[in-house]
C-alpha cells in the first residue's frame, strides 16, 4: 500500500514537472513564431550557404538549394500547428496530474471521468494537429530544397495510434463516470 501511494505521489510530481516544461517549450515556440512572422530576414530559416555538403569516408552528397527563400506562411502555420500539439499535451499532462492526486483519497468522482473526456478529445485534436503540421513541414522543406529527379511528396497521414487511445480513454471515462454512479448509488444503500 505503501508503495502504491509513493508511486502516485512520483507519478503526480512527474506530470506537473512535464507539464511546466511543456509550457516552458510553448513559449519558446510562440516567441520563434513571432520572430517567423515579423522578421522581413530570419537568420534560422535561411540555408547557410548554397549548398550542404555531407562527407561521409567514401562520399560525400552535395545537397544544392534553389533560390534562397524566405519562409513561406506554410512554415508559420506549421509552427502554429506545432504549438497546438503541445497545448494538446500540456492539458493531457495537467488533467493526469488533477486525476493522480484523487487518486489517494478516491479516484471514482465525477471530475475524473470529465477529465478522462478532456484527456480523449485532446488525443483526437493532437493527431489531427499533428497531421496538419507535418504536412505543412513537408510541403516547406519540399518548397525550400530542389533536388533534380527526385520528387518530394508531403503527405497528410494521421496517426491512428493517438486516435486509438483517445478511443480507449474515452471507454476508461465512461468506465469511471459508471463506477461513481456505482458509487453514489451504495452509498445511498443503507
Wanted: charged letters at 15%.
Amino acid at each position: 500500500m505503501q508503495s502504491s501511494q509513493k508511486f502516485v505521489r512520483i507519478m503526480a510530481n512527474l506530470t506537473k514537472a512535464l507539464a511546466v516544461l511543456t509550457l516552458v517549450a510553448m513559449s519558446f515556440g510562440a516567441i520563434a513564431i513571432v520572430a517567423t512572422w515579423i522578421s522581413p530576414n530570419p537568420i534560422f530559416l535561411k540555408t547557410p550557404s548554397e549548398q550542404l555538403v555531407i562527407q561521409t569516408p567514401s562520399l560525400d552528397l552535395i545537397f544544392k538549394f534553389a533560390q534562397e527563400k524566405q519562409p513561406s506562411q506554410t512554415i508559420i502555420v506549421s509552427m502554429l500547428g506545432a504549438l497546438l500539439v503541445a497545448a494538446c499535451n500540456f492539458t493531457i499532462l495537467s488533467q493526469l496530474h488533477k486525476i493522480l492526486l484523487t487518486v489517494p483519497s478516491s479516484p471514482f468522482v465525477p471530475e475524473n471521468a470529465h477529465r478522462l473526456r478532456i484527456i480523449a478529445l485532446a488525443l483526437f485534436a493532437s493527431s489531427f494537429l499533428n497531421s496538419v503540421a507535418n504536412a505543412l513541414s513537408g510541403r516547406w522543406i519540399h518548397e525550400m530544397i530542389q533536388l533534380p529527379n527526385v520528387e518530394a511528396v508531403a503527405r497528410f497521414r494521421f496517426d491512428f495510434g493517438l486516435i486509438g487511445a483517445g478511443v480507449l480513454v474515452l471507454v476508461l471515462a465512461e468506465v469511471f463516470r459508471l463506477g461513481v454512479a456505482m458509487k453514489e448509488e451504495q452509498d445511498l444503500t443503507i
